[in-house]
């Protein structure tokens, strides 16, 4: 079930995150599309099959070797036999999870990845350089995601939000709505749905928008790389004793937590943003 709207003590834990973090968070530049080669754009399509389950491995494909192994004409000129064996030999190598050493080809990613190489091959003249700007032609976010996940794999709704904001710097009010992303949503708004699924997703995204970004002020992509790049460091500050708000550091004890020094109670700090807005 989706709430109907925020209370002044979530909305002002949302702002509290947003006043300590958001100047200090990188966020995807607009437009980065535009300056990408046709094997930076491929190598993050590949990017967004092999960091499914782990993340970890796919920052080995920013290395030269793996980069020149995995070119997108490189590829595009072996038989799909040939292509699959690569292919599956270096998402192995670099321990891509769900694929085995043993026949590593086989594996869902690399048939997926095949299907997404076969689709850019006999759709587009240039490949993942014509992709991007058949993207930047549609007129908006949700068509741009419709398209990539009915034509690519591994590409739903999450997936396509992340290739769209973080990969190509194309969207921007757009959510990919990661686990850590959720779990801090889920701290602040226990009552938003625990799982997003096809079915919930859009609901969650629509909600966090209208009520958490537009009354911040805030772009929905620099909503999720706040949540997402600074969650463990939100996580401290939500651990702390919900009564107290503090300017040092969040420092958690068993049964019992500090959050630094010169603590004042969050009430009355909400009451003072409250009278100042």
Known sequence: MIPDTLSEEQLDKFRLI??????????????????MSKDNIWLRMVSQVVV????????????????KLLAFDTLA?????????EIGRVLADIGTRYVSRNRPEDSPKVKAIMRNLAFLQNN?????????YHLASLPTSRERI????????????????????????????????????MGIV???????PAKVNNGNYEAIERFLVTQVCKPLKMSAVQFDQLLFRNESAIRELLSCDATVVHDGPCLATSGSSSCGT??????????RRRRLR
Do not use: C
């Open 124 to 132: 587009f003249t240039d490949g993942p350089n014509d992709l991007v």
């Open 186 to 192: 889920g701290r602040i708004v226990p009552d938003l």
């Open 52 to 67: 499914v389950g782990n993340a970890a491995p796919a920052e080995k494909l920013n290395t030269p070797k793996i980069q």
């Open 262 to 271: 010169g603590k004042r109670p969050v009430a009355a700090k909400m009451d």
């Open 18 to 35: 947003k006043d300590k973090f958001l100047n200090n968070t990188n966020i995807p530049k607009e437009g980065k599309w535009k300056s």
């Open 146 to 181: 419709d398209y990539l996940s009915n034509n690519f794999s591994y590409f739903k709704a999450k997936g396509a939000r992340d290739f769209l904001t973080t990969g190509l710097g194309m969207a921007t009010d757009v959510i990919a709505l990661d686990s850590r992303v």
């Open 77 to 85: 000129k072996l038989d799909p036999h040939e292509a699959a064996n």
